[in-house]
């Protein structure tokens, strides 16, 4: 069934330009945005509440985050200062002053003890709070940081980048331990699965992307989500749904457990350039260049699955003679059109076949998912049939895939190899030449 579509409860007005970022409080009294007007604005869900507005950063305000207590608001300018508000009429701040470029980001960790910002000096940088110190940077991209954000437990960090990357780091170590480059276009938001197990990035290409933050493996891509630039996305916090704001105008929901489209919410009269989740997920809010703040009812309902797991974990690992034998398997029981009398076996050839391909993952990169296969006008049991077959299909072209990458890198090495023996031939007829000349 599909679910009701949003409802607009309230708008806000009160910036004097664009809005560029917005934020719950966790107890959903207020709300929390920044704007090119170089002012934080802090607006009460109480009628005859006047919002706070905050002066002090000298330049547009990139971004905002509230600490999961609620008692600290954190933003990042242009003007290269992060500041830390206390969130009463009165507005007191304290400035960290580090970046050498523009603040484009910064989140609180889920414990409240850290936080992170990203900047246009193409690093990012985690500070301990209270305290306020400067703990580590992690280096490694090759233009502006547009966003980043702890994972969930705190582990890791992503971010992302206009130099069309997306990187994964190990917190204790500092160390990038992956980079995602499946992004034709500067990449301007990424974000956790509120479980962790993965993460989503949203680009200029218009595209959003999810990935196994394990395996490393596309999950699911949506090409063409706007019709402009994708500035901003979040995780539904309780459903398998993603939100996603574009330069079109538009937001958009989308089915993460049928990966399709849910519904288009237009209420802007210029690009959107953030959205957020209420902490329960019963509402969002979404900001624009048109000034304009909108608070919005989710009306999800119970048709909406409760987040499903987008990939099973890796299985055990096993020799390499058994995942051969279990993907020769696997392939003739599609080539033979046999029956599921034997679905155990299938399935361990499967899960063997999925494991190998993972292995190569590091090597070859990722190969794109493909779009769930909607059956929903099937009987049931031809429904699940098909759905087993392409399946199985489908890993076997993925395995094909992978055996014509790695002949590829075969053929390189034997023609470098060639290659070089030819000039180790040229060489050795040249000194013979030359030893003819010298006199006897």
Known sequence: MQPADPALERSFRGHRGGVNAVAFSPSMKQLITGSDDGAVMVWHFRPQLRAFRFIGHKAEVLSIAVSPSGDLIASGSK????????????GESTVIKAHAGAVRCVRFSADGESLLSASDDKSIKVWSLPAQRFR????????????????????????????????LWDA??????????????????????????????????????????????????YSAAHAGPVADLRFHPNSSVILSAGADAALRFWDLHEGRLLYTVNGHEDAVRGCAFAPDGDFFASC?????????????????????????????????????????????????GEDDDEDDNVADAD?????????????????????????????????????RV?????????????????????????????????????TQAAMMDAMHLLPH
């Open 79 to 90: 003007d290269r200062c992060i500041r830390l508000w206390l969130p009463t009429v009165k």
């Open 136 to 167: 580590y940077s992690l280096l490694g991209h090759a233009n502006w940081v547009r966003c980043a954000e702890f994972s969930p437990d705190g582990r890791l960090v992503a971010s992302c980048s206009d130099d069309k990357t997306v990187r």
């Open 172 to 221: 204790q170590t500092q160390k990038c331990i992956h980079t995602f480059y499946e992004h034709a276009e500067p990449v301007l938001s990424v974000k956790f699965h509120p479980d962790g197990t993965c993460l989503a990035s949203a680009g200029a290409d218009h595209a959003i992307k999810l990935w196994d933050a394990r395996t490393f493996l596309l999950l699911q891509q």
């Open 288 to 336: 624009g260049a048109d000034a304009q703040i909108n608070v919005w009812r989710t009306n999800f309902d119970a048709s909406l699955p409760l987040h499903a797991p987008l990939l099973q974990p890796p299985p055990p690992r096993g020799g390499k003679v058994g995942r051969k034998a279990a993907a020769k398997k696997a392939a003739a029981k599609v080539d033979a």
């Open 351 to 387: 899960a063997e076949l999925e494991e190998e391909m993972a292995d190569d993952v590091g090597r070859f990169g990722a190969i794109p998912a493909q779009q769930p296969l909607q059956l929903a006008r099937l009987p049931p049991q031809l429904a699940s049939t098909v759905e």
């Open 390 to 426: 392409v399946g199985q299909l489908d890993l076997l072209s993925q395995t094909v895939l992978l055996l014509e990458q790695r002949l590829s890198l075969a053929e390189s090495k034997s023609a470098a190899t060639e290659e070089a023996l030819g000039q180790l031939l040229h």
